[in-house]
């Protein structure tokens, strides 16, 4: 009995091969995400039944449930689910091309770079300019560490062993110059730019869902498309050479892609780590390398990491809402610790 799944077309031509033990998990953590959706969004100070989060949501709840549903909590949930999932994307993309487990938009100064242009634009500006703007500076942010990262790495060509050395330095470097900004700012906006860092999604409103949406269904199946080529570079640079692929022109693209993603969710949710290198790990145990299957295993894990993190920060210190961010960091830290210590036996 096969293990794969065939999807052929002649019009539009296109072959593709389905695992089916992928696409049972793949299925099974997408069930997993929404019912967990439904109970976030139902657990709170104000607990509503996850029936009645359904009948909510068709329009046939309580007034009351209705504004908490809609307009306080169902936002937040979403955000939780985009972010987590562009991060933890972001960090399987990077992981491929630099070749190394260790690799996250964190260790590579992504989500630094991101995190200090955010921390200078609410600083500088002292709020004379709309929040509207930080996702389009933090966007800046990343690319601007991205680039420095990828031309300082170019001899002949981008190894990805001189990306991850520039890129742990410039994360250092990036983290000095955002304390050095809190410091020489004022004080009264130190404490709202150090609870951004923190990352959290509280206070995320429909608007700020829209602004992150159109980055996650473009690039997230972009990066979908490109699964192929970056089961191709993970063999090599000489050999995905000799098999015809223009190693150095795919590889910017697809940091091109994470820069994207991570920026863009950073902007959104502020300095939210270690998903990126939690998530595609987790993914790779259930169901191995191939990025076909990895990519969207890894976005589902990243969003229930991220949903999970956020319920926990919202419910269980009541009535103090924790950023998520703190707990994603408090799981994350020794995670990589562990990583480290299983790369040393190696």
């Not at 967990?36 to 309580?62: D, H, Q």
């Not at 955000?79 to 399987?92: D, E, T, Y």
């Amino acid at each position: 009995m096969s293990k794969y799944l065939s999807l052929r077309s002649h019009k539009p031509p296109f072959s593709f091969l389905i695992h089916k033990k992928t696409l049972l998990v793949t299925l099974t953590l997408l069930v997993v995400l929404v019912l967990a959706a439904l109970l976030c969004v139902g657990i709170g100070s104000l607990f509503i039944p996850p029936w009645e989060v359904v009948k909510t949501l068709f329009g046939a709840g309580e007034e009351a449930h209705r504004l908490v549903v809609m307009d306080l909590r169902l936002p937040r949930i979403t955000m939780a689910i985009l972010v987590g999932a562009s991060l933890a994307v972001a960090g399987a993309i990077l992981q491929s091309v630099v070749r190394n487990p260790l690799a996250s938009p964190d260790m590579l100064g992504i989500t630094h770079g991101a995190t200090a242009a955010a921390v200078a634009f609410i600083t500088v500006s002292g709020g004379k300019y709309s929040v509207n703007w930080l996702p389009l500076v933090a966007l800046f942010g990343a690319f601007f560490t991205a680039a420095i990262n990828y031309l300082t790495a170019w001899r002949k060509g981008v190894s990805p062993l001189r990306l991850v050395l520039i890129g742990v330095s410039l994360s250092v470097a990036m983290s000095a110059l955002t304390s050095f900004i809190m410091v020489a700012g004022p004080t009264y906006l130190a404490s709202q730019a150090l609870s951004w860092m923190s990352g959290t999604v509280y206070g995320s409103a429909w608007g700020h869902v829209l602004a992150l949406l159109p980055w996650v269904i473009v690039l997230i199946p972009l990066s979908f498309a490109f699964s192929s080529k970056l089961n191709v570079q993970e063999l090599g640079d000489s050999v995905a050479t000799g098999l015809g692929d223009p190693v150095e022109k795919h590889r910017l693209l697809l940091i091109a892609i994470s820069v994207c993603l991570a920026g863009s969710a950073v902007g959104m949710a502020g300095g939210i780590t270690f998903i990126g290198l939690m998530a595609p790990h987790i993914a790779r145990k259930l169901v191995g390398p191939t990025l076909d299957g990895l990519l969207p295993v890894s976005a589902l894990i990243g969003s229930l990491l991220l949903l999970l993190a956020d319920l926990i920060g919202r419910t269980l210190f009541l009535p103090n809402d924790v950023p998520a961010g703190v707990f994603t960091a408090a799981i994350g830290a020794p995670f990589f610790i562990y990583l480290l210590y299983r790369s040393r036996k190696g």
